[in-house]
């Protein structure tokens, strides 16, 4: 390996160099197009303060856009021998203006340059998977409306309790995901912070000018005190993975729910044989291996905030080199969740609804508050009409009566799917349009 940009005429054992540098050269790829964006702003400000020239200015600022347009076309590598993506950038600066690409990292350090490309990717990362978010709950919501007089069972500690619709199921998992924007959005607020300029966590003699770069970058605020700046490493990932982890539980419960209902025991829902699984012995079976699955990995993304409290939790301030498995945790985290939130969409678009679960008298039960409540609307008092209800059950005399009449806000007679599309769009925009 050759010596890194760090060295000082000295080069690391390879031993050491393989084991230091870890997974960077893969995952650093994510970071590419942040990292040039970050170095675009930063060499604006520098030529702003007189450490470079006009003509220094444009000859890195061309030279960075192609290497820009080399990341979006995927044809952008990290060499072999090169440490990670900052590295790879200034070398290639450097081959093609020598002493002018060696200029770029004036003012700063790559403590902060990472930091700072890893809130622009969070930020980036915020917005996709707002909007995967929003895909998957206009279909819940379509799907509520679509089957709101549909009525299921509702189970309290797994046992038969009320009557339930899907409108209800549906709606329920759709408003829950509102929850999970909104610790998105608060996520948000703490990555939208630069910390660019904080350098190695003590500052600059550099007169550097951060309001600038805040501006370029397009952040709403700044880390003002640069050791707060650098001890926002860790904390930044952990809340956008504690919103990671509440869009898991979230999906991870309905994929609990669904692997449920599809069973032939319950047979609420179904999918075309195309989309589920077989046995290798068991040739009728038509396996959830799908939801299973999503569920598997959600319980998975909905560790990462532990790991990365154990990771940090005992750090004292300052840059440590612990940090760099933060990427490792988080990034994989990432991928994993947005496939599970695309592919419970496409899931979604291809079920069925059972629309007549409660004709099988199994399920007669579930109507005993709404005749417990029918005749406390008839004049008796609450607990003597539990009583007597409970009577006829025990003696198997109970007649169900299958009709409900619920209209309050949020039962099943008042969905309130206007009310809760509200709730999202205000949510859902204030992430996507947050300026």
């Avoid at 390996?1 to 790829?29: C, E, I």
């Avoid at 998975?300 to 301030?317: A, G, K, W, Y």
């Avoid at 004709?359 to 709404?370: A, C, G, I, R, S």
Wanted: charged residues 20%; glycine residues 6%; aromatic residues 8%.
């Amino acid at each position: 390996m050759s010596s890194p940009l760090w060295s000082k005429g000295t080069s690391a054992h390879q031993k050491v160099a393989r084991f230091t540098q870890g997974y960077d050269q893969n995952l650093d790829l994510v970071l590419a197009k942040h990292d040039i964006d970050g170095s675009l702003a930063h060499i604006k400000m520098l030529c702003s303060i007189g450490l470079l020239t006009q003509k220094e200015l444009d000859l890195l600022s061309f030279e960075l856009m192609i290497i820009r347009e080399e990341v979006v076309t995927k044809n952008f590598i990290i060499e072999q021998d090169v440490e990670d993506v900052h590295s790879q950038i200034e070398i290639l600066l450097t081959r093609k203006l020598g002493d002018v690409g060696k200029k770029i990292h004036s003012g700063r350090s790559r403590n902060d340059q990472i930091i700072t490309d890893i809130k622009l990717y969070l930020r980036e990362e915020c917005r996709d998977i707002t909007k995967e978010v929003r895909a998957l709950f206009d279909c819940l919501q379509r799907l509520s409306e679509q089957h709101k007089d549909v009525l299921m069972p509702g189970y309290t500690h797994g046992q038969v309790a009320m009557p339930s619709s899907f409108g209800l199921w549906f709606g329920a998992y759709s408003e829950t995901l509102i929850d999970d924007l909104q610790l998105l959005s608060a996520a948000y607020a703490i990555i939208n912070q630069n910390p660019l300029g904080s350098a190695a966590g003590y500052g600059s003699s550099f007169p550097i000018d951060r309001l600038m770069t805040t501006q370029l970058l397009g952040f709403e605020t700044l880390h003002y005190n640069v050791i707060a700046a650098q001890m926002s490493r860790g904390k930044t990932e952990l809340s956008f993975a504690f919103a990671l982890a509440s869009i898991a539980a979230t999906l991870g419960k309905f994929a609990a729910d669904c692997c449920l209902y599809m069973c032939p025991n319950f047979g609420f829902i179904s999918f075309p044989e195309s989309l589920c699984t077989g046995s290798s012995i068991m040739p009728h079976k038509m396996n959830p291996d799908v939801w299973e699955l999503i569920r598997a990995r959600c319980s998975r993304v909905q560790s990462v905030p532990n790991e990365i409290t154990q990771l940090c939790n005992h750090l004292p301030h300052g840059y440590h080199r612990d940090y760099q498995l933060l990427k490792e945790i988080l990034f994989p985290a990432i991928g994993q969740l947005r496939e599970c939130i695309n592919m419970s969409e496409f899931m979604l678009s291809h079920l069925n609804v059972n629309q007549h679960i409660l004709d099988d008298p199994k399920y007669d039960h579930l109507f005993t508050v709404e005749e417990v409540n029918r005749r406390v609307l008839q004049g008796i008092p609450f607990r003597d009409a539990y009583t007597s209800v409970g009577k006829e059950v025990s003696e198997g005399t109970f007649t169900a009566t299958k009709n409900h009449h619920h209209t309050h806000i949020g039962s099943m007679g008042n969905l309130c799917t206007e009310e809760i599309r509200a709730k999202m769009e205000k949510v859902s925009q204030a992430l996507l349009n947050p300026h």
